[in-house]
């Protein structure tokens, strides 16, 4: 198992559904985000992070069943990471979420495997 296939998945979310283009709060390495909203669900968890600096906010929707779990709660700082793949959100030094660029659902493989 890569390492990339061990991070829980997630997608950036604005008014119900996906978002194509990751927002500038998120492509940027190093930015610090602080978790204002935490609601889980039975197929995941969605963060509502914001910067500081000027109050941005994101929310992210991070699958639930990865092989991580990290769960984050209102005040946690996450930081945010970019790397050839994608973007990758920790906080406290473990992987909370990782969303992926183009090159990135290109590495992504799911396939069932049958005995």
Do not use: C, K
């Not at 390492?3 to 998945?9: D, F, G, T």
């Not at 985000?33 to 969605?46: D, I, K, N």
């Not at 992070?49 to 092989?67: F, I, K, M």
Request: proline letters at 3%.
């Amino acid at each position: 198992m890569s390492a990339i296939s061990a991070m829980p998945l997630a997608s950036v979310v604005a008014a119900g559904s996906a978002v194509v283009a990751l927002p500038l709060v998120l492509s940027t390495g190093g930015t610090v985000l602080v978790v204002r909203a935490v609601e889980v669900s039975a197929t995941g968890t969605v963060y509502v992070l914001e910067r500081a600096s000027d109050g941005s906010r994101v929310s992210v929707s991070v699958l639930s069943g990865g092989a991580v779990a990290v769960s984050a709660s209102v005040g946690t700082l996450v930081t945010v990471s970019v790397i050839g793949a994608g973007t990758v959100l920790s906080a406290a030094g473990e992987v909370l979420a990782f969303i992926p660029n183009a090159v990135g659902r290109a590495l992504l493989h799911n396939q069932r495997l049958t005995s």
